[in-house]
């Protein structure tokens, strides 16, 4: 089942969203050359102290940290370690999550470690960030589950890639809805599979995280002997991006932006809701 919304608990939502916002701001100052991926998970750790808030992801099925943080070949569920050393060229995604008052807030990005990356791989974090956006602007009243997923699958489809070839949509993961817990139905694949038919029906109320994750490659993964990392089966390098959304009888509030998503929907021709903090 669905768990539908009410406008307070959008609210007690956003208030999550923001402090994964937080976190995203300390963690992308903090990835630098010479840092640990333990180092990123520190700093997390003291944002969400600083805010009052919990993580989702310490202990969540066993898990042994408070973010996830996947460097290049990595797509997901990467575990934050002293051996895991950020260098010049890296690209890593960091994926964490908030909970405030026992509401969620979920969501990654990509950032390049240092400098000297290839266009190619500055071109994969783009159209995925990109295709993430898609889906967002497709969270309407009236459309379907399926919408968000074509308007992912869409655009990463339509951009070619440098070099040829196509883009890998990782087909073993993708978003999922969020609220009292951080994984709940529906589970969002990031292009369409006919099988599945249309999904539902999306109302006010209804809350996803929308990621969408891209390879250089393949779309198969495989996961390691830890059981949280995974990694594309062809070594390709991958992109993750995600935001934690809530369609309102205004339309999409994006949580876990900072601006609630205004800028970059008003860029989509969607109009963001307004943001119930402000």
């Not at 991926?37 to 997390?44: I, M």
């Not at 993580?55 to 290049?72: D, E, K, M």
């Not at 993961?173 to 609220?179: A, D, F, Q, S, V």
């Not at 309102?248 to 205004?262: I, K, N, S, Y």
Request: glycine residues 12%.
């Amino acid at each position: 089942m669905v768990q539908i919304k009410s406008p307070e608990q959008i609210a007690k939502m956003r208030e999550a969203g923001l402090v994964v916002a937080a976190i995203h701001a300390a963690t992308r100052e903090a990835a630098v050359p010479g840092a640990t991926t333990r180092d990123l998970d520190q700093v997390a750790r003291k944002v969400l102290a600083d805010h009052g808030a919990k993580p989702n992801f310490l202990g969540y099925g066993g898990f042994p940290a408070t973010i996830c943080t996947s460097v290049n070949e990595v797509v997901v569920h990467g575990i934050p370690s002293d051996d895991v050393v950020l260098k010049d060229g890296d690209v890593i995604s960091i994926d964490c999550g908030a909970i405030i008052d026992g509401w969620h807030g979920d969501a990654a990005y990509t950032a390049f470690v240092g400098s000297g990356h290839s266009p190619e791989l500055v071109e994969l974090s783009r159209v995925t960030e990109e295709s993430m956006w898609a889906g967002i602007a497709a969270m309407k009243q009236g459309n379907r589950l399926v919408d968000v997923s074509r308007a992912i699958e869409t655009y990463i489809r339509r951009q070619p890639k440098p070099g040829g070839g196509k883009y890998g949509i990782i087909e073993d993961y993708g978003g999922h809805g969020i609220g009292t817990e951080m994984h709940m139905d529906p589970h969002l694949l990031n292009y369409v599979d006919r099988k599945r038919g249309k999904g539902p029906k999306l109302v006010p109320g209804f809350c996803l995280a929308i990621e969408p994750m891209v390879s250089l490659g393949t779309p198969r993964t495989e996961v390691l002997e830890d059981d949280w990392t995974v990694i594309t089966t062809d070594g390709t390098w991958s992109s993750h991006w995600e935001h934690s959304v809530a369609l309102t009888e205004q339309g999409p509030l994006v949580l876990t932006a900072v601006d609630g998503g205004r800028a970059k929907l008003a860029e989509l021709g969607v109009a963001a809701a307004p943001d119930p903090l402000a």
